[in-house]
């Protein structure tokens, strides 16, 4: 394992006690997918047949979101109207764990809402509603008083600027100097040309464009970057400049070190939705957790890296990262091993990429043929299989005190070790249905000595248009007899004996 491997693993260990506090831009962002077989006969534009629509987090909020799910606590200062979008965004927001939300709300103002129309994997249109007259004076007020009070309780202050009022001049100003008062690292995501709105900031976090239109400097190649990045550094009394390259990766000026070129990560690129947002989220978890700057940055690239490989605005959760960092590992199962909020987010990323989900479950305490068979015949009933695998204290009760012969773990190891299976969750209820509910799966398969009706979830797949498969089974094949022949060899040989 090389050093910086292990240093990142050893730092996901360490990011639940940390404390963000994000001040920014909250939106929302809704997303209305379809399917388009025609042209109007009213103009030379295409028709979009709606089959569903999302939403979620945007701007601070999609940061929240990212930081949520690698762990931290966060204390999020906003605005938002007094209008559904802005009530939406709050009700999310508070469903995360760990999220403290303290949205001031302005009844003169609407709420930021993005909306695109998506036919396929392919954006037709985007829609936006913003409110482009200033923030009143006592809005303002309201988040820099909030954000002093916040400051006496975070390890990180985030800046999550998306230019729509927020963080006005004067407000960025008064936090940053407010922060370096309280000894708390600040960590500016920009936007615009002029940087020095972020005078006092510990980090920058621009893209390439960004940093090229800032520093009115190409950025084509690792020497340009470095240049465009010191002279920012410089010219806008900041710290450390970390600059998103695309597929050129990140370039780390921090201090008086030398530069850091991380390369991005080798894997296929499905959307790059929000993963600015996912490398301020890290970036700011990494140093919160006590991380140097590198490595606090290197650990950002790889959660990056796990985003762009997912469809839609996603965020990356240590799972995913373990498993990216593991995925060099012949037997590696890490990434396959997952909690229900995961499992619910991995789902959705599957949906927008028009993947068709099939759930089944059991205890899978000594896998057999059977098993092989009954996962085997799910997986081929759609594109990814999440199997619902019962917890050791659910096993035994439903099976009796002497069960499970193997630990949840192990049995969890074991599936996700087989090929046919995308995902696997852990339940403690006694049914799958909780999870079934959650998930929203497209196929349940179950076996044969099953019927429809008997099937548990099978009534709600079904209510939202899945399916329910009985799948075949292999004669004799069970744990029960497994172990009813293995008693009964033990016995026989005492008997020898």
């Avoid at 509603?129 to 923030?135: A, R, S, T």
């Avoid at 980090?203 to 940093?211: G, K, M, Q």
């Avoid at 470095?226 to 921090?254: E, F, H, K, N, Y």
């Avoid at 087989?418 to 209820?429: K, N, Q, S």
Wanted: glycine residues 10%.
């Amino acid at each position: 394992m090389t050093t910086q491997k292990a240093d990142i693993l050893h730092l996901l260990d360490n990011l639940s006690g940390t404390r963000i506090l994000i001040v920014g831009d909250v939106m929302l962002d809704r997303f209305v997918y379809g399917d388009v077989d025609r042209v109007s006969p009213e103009a030379p534009v295409p028709v979009l047949g709606i089959r569903r629509e999302e939403a979620m987090l945007g701007g601070a909020g999609n940061v929240a979101r990212n930081i949520s799910a690698l762990g931290a606590k966060v204390h999020l200062i906003g605005l938002c109207g007094d209008d559904d979008a802005g009530r939406a965004v709050h009700d999310m927001l508070s469903g995360l764990p760990g999220v403290d939300p303290r949205l001031v709300v302005d009844a003169g103002r609407a709420s930021s809402v993005k909306t695109r129309f998506v036919a396929g994997n392919q954006q037709l249109l985007r829609t936006d509603i913003d409110d482009h007259q200033p923030v009143s004076a006592q809005s303002l007020q309201a988040i820099i008083t909030a954000t002093s009070e916040g400051l006496t309780q975070a390890d990180v202050l985030v800046l999550s600027d998306y230019a729509k009022g927020v963080l006005a001049d004067d407000v960025l100003a008064t936090i940053i100097a407010a922060a370096r008062k309280a000894g708390v690292s600040v960590i500016a995501d920009p936007k615009g040309h002029d940087f020095g709105r972020y005078r006092g900031a510990s980090v920058l976090t621009p893209n390439r464009a960004e940093l090229q239109a800032a520093a009115l400097l190409p950025v084509g190649n690792d020497a340009q970057a470095v240049m465009a990045a010191r002279q920012i550094q410089q010219d806008c009394g900041i710290d450390s400049v970390l600059a998103t390259r695309g597929p050129q990766g990140m370039t780390l000026l921090s201090g008086s070190r030398e530069p850091l070129h991380i390369a991005t990560q080798a894997r296929e690129v499905f959307d790059v939705s929000g993963a600015g947002d996912t490398v301020v989220a890290a970036l700011a978890v990494g140093l919160a957790a006590g991380a140097d700057p590198g490595l606090a940055a290197a650990f950002a690239n790889q959660a990056a890296g796990v985003v762009v490989g997912k469809a839609g605005t996603a965020v990356a959760w240590p799972n995913d990262i373990v498993s990216a960092l593991h995925s060099a590992d012949l037997h590696s199962v890490e990434g396959k091993i997952s909690d229900a909020a995961r499992a619910k987010d991995i789902r959705a990323s599957w949906l927008r990429s028009g993947e068709r989900v099939v759930f089944t479950n059991g205890c899978f305490d000594l896998v057999h043929p059977g098993h092989v068979s009954l996962l085997s015949q799910a997986r081929s009933a759609g594109d990814r299989l999440i199997v619902g695998l019962n917890s050791d204290q659910s096993v035994k009760r439903l099976k009796g005190e002497s069960r499970p012969v193997n630990p949840e773990t192990a049995r969890a190891t074991v599936l996700a070790s087989l090929g046919a299976v995308d995902l696997v969750i852990i339940f403690d209820e006694d049914t799958p249905l909780e999870l079934i509910e959650a998930l929203r799966p497209d196929v349940l398969v179950k076996g044969a000595d099953y019927s429809e009706e008997e099937v548990v979830g099978g009534k709600e797949v079904k209510s939202w248009g899945g399916q329910v498969v009985l799948a075949n089974l292999v004669d004799g094949e069970s744990t029960s007899n497994t172990i009813s022949k293995l008693n009964t060899s033990n016995l026989n040989k005492e008997n020898n004996a």
